[in-house]
């Protein structure tokens, strides 16, 4: 079993800052990418970040600049320092992680925290 937990959500005024944070945890043999998404009212999820093992990331366009995502994989937990933020910022932000666990490719999956809310107040 394989549990993926985000904290840090709240509400922020325009301009402000949040952290969030998400840990995996259970019978984990390695995590593999780790990112966050995001979702807003009436819109699809979408990508904001990821970062794979060896520390490579990738941001999505509206967020670049005022974003970093991090991690620390000896805790299996992945961070996403939010700055500048934005009303448009506001939606449950997720969390997802590529996780393997046992040594074989075959056991890699997905697995999705059940989300956070960020409201970004104007």
């Known amino acids: 079993q394989v549990q993926v937990v985000e904290s840090g959500g709240g509400l922020v005024q325009t301009g402000g800052s949040l952290r969030l944070s998400c840990a995996a945890s259970g019978s984990i043999f390695s995590a593999d990418a780790m990112g966050w998404y995001r979702q807003a009212p009436g819109k699809q999820r979408e990508l904001v970040a990821r970062?794979?093992?060896?520390?490579?990331?990738n941001y999505a366009d509206s967020v670049r600049g005022r974003f970093t995502i991090s991690r620390d994989n000896a805790k299996n937990t992945v961070y996403l320092q939010m700055n500048s933020l934005k009303p448009e910022d506001t939606a449950i932000y997720y969390c997802?992680?590529?996780?393997?666990?046992?040594?074989?490719?075959?056991?890699?999956?997905?697995?999705w925290g059940q989300g956070t809310q960020v409201t970004v107040s104007s």
């Open positions: 970062i794979t093992s060896g520390g490579s990331s």
């Open positions: 997802n992680a590529d996780i393997r666990t046992t040594m074989f490719m075959y056991s890699r999956r997905e697995y």
